[in-house]
């Protein structure tokens, strides 16, 4: 039964409605109301952030871990200019979020924090909903709900803090999202690519973040073809366990999973872009046939144009060429009776040199692959540090992984980190960071995981530089004293901050920081000193 309520009660029930239970944000004029209505009338949850970029970077991994709609509340002008690079991120990453935004009054265009708030989110790629008037609130709210789902982007409600206290009669909305497969492959480009697939003699089969639904199906292509399984680094850990698994494609693959793939002659693609670092630039797709699948027209031909596109469900794709090579009696390629999967999946030795005073990288990844907890959410900064994380620290699925990558960024990992942590309270969190991304953003929300509890675990590869950039003056011959820093102690900071912290400059200390992860209570942050000329270069 509709009621009188104001606004700002309108708009926190409606989120609940939506299956809301708990929404990432910071508190201003134009939201704070309403997110005590959700919280004190709805039951749900409010997690504040201390910055609101990352808030929005909470929510982005929520969404991800939990497979629910992630939301977020910023305030109005300062407030969301602050979120447009974690905006950026969500957007690129098709991440479904809601993001309630305050707007500054209608009433008063030259309020101090007033500014074009549409154009601002337009230009990070998420989409706009205007809260048009009062008595619309919970039908806008429910649109912002269903293009977040279908657009899969953050959708910003943009919410007018002279609303607030308008009185209006609530009605619920909730709009169906029509969700189902995106179609079955057929016709004559269907025929075409089960022509070169049957035909392949050294098929592979490669799997992106758009067919993490369909791991079954493509197993059981994989198994009818006897083909080899690869992921693009958005599906990491899809095919864990698979007796064929080669695990990443392209600039991330061991030196055999590479040689493997540029003698195969058929790619089978599903749910991938075909990112130029998946293909190493289109040199991995050189000379053999590709067929690519998607239910985005958007997705193919972006990095390279493929011999066939089929614009549909992969797994539902999967299904029908598995049916129509067994009609066709097509023999298996015995391409997998060759292979050595243990070679496959050997990332190179560590060749590193020992340092006074550092601990070698390769080497203390090694040892947190066999000790860090094995049911863990992994998310990864930006910087020189990550491929080798990457590549050498599994995760137990893709929805376990967390790359923070989407716009190229560093400093956005660890607010993720809380997202993820509050999507899976009864899982271990690690996160790789570097120097310089923990003190640009990790630094703020390192205390938000203490309040919180979080069973979090941060790895901090300190090599008292911006790596990335440390190593292109080296490579000319130039000097790079200044890309390097003097920080202060993480591991100091993390224990004033109220967690653990260890830090590592020998093996033995990392065997202390190993017996410390056991013993841990909270958040606990393991600083790993490095020698900047002994990182491995980034593998792409």
């Not at 040892?367 to 910087?383: N, Q, Y």
């Not at 065997?511 to 980034?538: C, F, N, Y």
Request: hydrophobic share 45%; proline share 5%.
């Amino acid at each position: 039964m509709s009621s009188k309520i104001y606004v700002y009660q309108s708009l926190a029930r409606a989120a609940h409605a939506h299956d809301t239970d708990t929404m990432f944000g910071l508190m201003g004029d134009a939201n704070l109301f309403m997110v005590d209505s959700f919280v004190r009338d709805c039951g749900g949850r409010f997690v504040p952030a201390a910055h609101e970029g990352s808030s929005i970077l909470m929510a982005l991994a929520y969404a991800h871990v939990s497979g629910k709609v992630g939301v977020a509340t910023v305030t109005h002008g300062p407030a969301l200019t602050n979120c447009a690079t974690a905006l950026t991120e969500a957007a690129r990453g098709h991440i479904p979020m809601v993001v309630f935004a305050g707007d500054t009054p209608i009433d008063n265009p030259r309020h101090l924090q007033s500014m074009d708030q549409r154009e601002l989110v337009k230009a990070t790629g998420a989409g706009f909903e205007q809260l048009r008037t009062p008595e619309t609130a919970g039908k806008d709210v429910a649109r912002a709900f269903y293009r977040a789902q279908v657009e899969r982007r953050p959708i910003v409600l943009n919410m007018p803090a002279d609303f607030m206290w308008q009185e209006v009669t609530h009605d619920v909305q909730v709009l169906d999202v029509f969700t189902a497969p995106g179609g079955v492959a057929q016709g004559d480009i269907l025929d075409e690519a089960i022509g070169m697939i049957a035909s392949a003699r050294r098929p592979l089969i490669l799997a992106g973040g758009g067919a993490v639904h369909a791991r079954a199906q493509l197993i059981a292509l994989a198994d009818r073809l006897e083909a080899p399984l690869a992921t693009t680094l958005k599906a990491k850990g899809l095919f864990n366990d698979h007796p064929y698994n080669i695990d990443i494609f392209g600039t991330l693959s061991t030196p055999a999973a590479y040689d493997l793939i540029a003698q195969s002659d058929c790619i089978i693609c599903f749910g991938t872009a075909l990112h130029d670092f998946t293909t190493d630039r289109g040199k991995l797709m050189k000379d053999k046939r590709i067929v690519q699948v998607d239910v985005e027209p958007t997705a193919i031909g972006g990095g390279l144009h493929p011999d066939a596109a089929l614009i549909a469900d992969a797994g539902l794709t999967a299904e029908t060429i598995v049916y129509w090579l067994n009609e066709a009696e097509i023999a298996p390629s015995g391409f997998t009776r060759e292979l050595d999967v243990a070679t496959l999946t050997s990332h190179p030795a560590n060749t590193g040199k020992e340092t006074e005073g550092f601990v070698n990288y390769v080497y203390a990844l090694e040892r947190l692959e066999e000790a860090l907890p094995k049911d863990r959410v992994l998310l990864t900064d930006g910087g020189r540090f990550m491929t080798e994380v990457w590549c050498r620290i599994s995760a137990p699925n893709p929805q376990s992984f967390v790359g923070t990558v989407n716009f190229g960024a560093i400093g956005l990992g660890l607010q993720e980190a809380v997202g993820a942590g509050v999507a899976a309270p009864d899982r271990p969190v690690v996160i790789f960071s570097g120097d310089g991304g923990f003190m640009m953003g990790g630094i703020n929300e390192f205390n938000t995981a203490v309040r919180l509890g979080l069973d979090l675990i941060v790895i901090v590869a300190n090599d008292s530089a911006y790596g990335a950039e440390h190593i292109q003056f080296i490579d000319r011959k130039m000097d790079p004293s200044l890309t390097e820093f003097h920080w202060p102690s993480f591991a100091a900071i993390a224990r004033s901050l109220g967690g653990e912290g260890v830090e590592v400059t020998s093996k033995d200390e990392l065997e202390t920081a190993l017996a410390a992860l056991e013993k841990r209570k909270g958040p606990i942050l393991i600083e790993l000193r490095l020698d900047p000329h002994d990182v491995p270069r980034m593998r792409i």
